[in-house]
T-cell receptor, first 111, second 109 residues
């Protein structure tokens, strides 16, 4: 049982480049989340989804887009990366309980 | 939005008890959580407490909830070097989790 997986684990981008982070879960969870973690700021919610085909904005959505075409996958896109988006990105999923399961994270550096 | 606050650092000696504190603002939160993050890893759920409880004990972990003061604490008994990590408090509200800044626990051998 893999739980929540994230691809890639590390990435370096130049300013203005685009990329997509992939999150996959094998627990048939309805809810999925994307967070960013910055030093001294905890985790902040970027976007989330309450089911296949739905997305919603979180606390810090600007500069990011998401899609949930399949229940098991939640994609986070950066159309034009900026140095301020250098961070560690975590995906999480949740079923009917209140427990969120986290992926191992993606470390993104934008130069 | 919800505001969850924690102190940033805590150091304890191996074998002592650790107490990590957290304050939150949303009195309607149904669940409050403690997560552990080891270096280079994701967050691992340690324990949680429902808002109608005052205390929950799980092996070496004790969670205390003071709803009046909106204060949550995590006590780790007999702290070990393997407990060194960042501990996040989180409250559940509006379908989402709101996290504190995390407390970095350092255990001194």
């Amino acid at each position: 049982n893999a739980g929540v997986t994230q691809t890639p684990k590390f990435r370096v981008l130049k300013t203005g480049q685009s990329m997509t982070l992939l999150c996959a879960q094998d627990m048939n969870h309805e809810y999925m989340y994307w967070y960013r973690q910055d030093p001294g700021m905890g985790l902040r919610l970027i976007h989330y989804s309450v089911g296949e085909g739905t997305t919603a904005k979180g606390e810090v959505p600007d500069g990011y887009n998401v899609s949930r075409l399949k229940k098991q996958n939640f994609l986070l896109g950066l159309e034009s990366a900026a140095p301020s988006q250098t961070s560690v990105y975590f995906c999480a999923s949740r079923g009917s309980s209140y427990e969120q399961y986290f992926g191992p994270g993606t470390r993104l550096t934008v130069t | 939005g919800e505001d969850v606050e924690q102190s940033l650092f805590l150091s304890v000696r191996e074998g002592d008890s650790s107490v990590i504190n957290c304050t939150y603002t949303d009195s309607s939160s149904t669940y409050l959580y403690w997560y552990k993050q080891e270096p280079g890893a994701g967050l691992q759920l340690l324990t949680y407490i429902f808002s109608n409880m005052d205390m929950k004990q799980d092996q070496r972990l004790t969670v205390l909830l003071n709803k009046k003061d909106k204060h949550l604490s995590l006590r780790i008994a007999d702290t070990q070097t393997g407990d060194s990590a960042i501990y996040f408090c989180a409250e559940f509200g509006a379908n989402n989790l709101f996290f504190g800044t995390g407390t970095r626990l350092t255990v001194i051998p």
